[in-house]
């Protein structure tokens, strides 16, 4: 099984499009996108690929009218500022900003940290798992794919 992981996509929507095509294509169903994707497009995009299961944090720039709602709305996408989700044993947490889902899960185990944010691309091993930033999809950081159970992660800068 794979994860991909992004974020910061901005008003790439394209960019986000061609994403999500490559994983349907590819048969990877599940999605990590750690904020800022500010636009409402983006809801129109991720109603195109209901067969891929989308963790969504909101990120500072994703205050758009109705289109947090509009996202909750769609049956295979879970949004919220903190997203706690398990995938092969495996726990994770994303929030857009570094800290925020840590301090949200106290008390709770989690292997991997997912944060956007910074535009910074970044896998630091803790102790007790990992933190991930996939930097900004807008700024040409490309995506991350993580293959479960192993952890390995494999930076991706085109959709082929």
Known sequence: MKLAIVSDSHHAVDELDKLLSYLQKN?????????DFMTTKVVS??????EIQVYISRGNMDFLGNVFKEMRAL???EIDDVVFFEL???????SHVQGMAQSSAAGKI???FIHGHTHQPKIEKTETGMIINPGSLMDGAGFMLM???SLEVDRKFNFN
């Open 110 to 112: 989690i292997d991997i």
């Open 147 to 149: 293959d479960l159970p």
């Open 45 to 50: 995009v991720f109603e195109k690929y209901p």
């Open 75 to 77: 049956s295979h996408v």
């Open 27 to 35: 048969g990877i169903k599940h999605l990590a996108h750690a904020g």
């Open 88 to 94: 092969e044993e495996i726990q994770f947490a994303i």
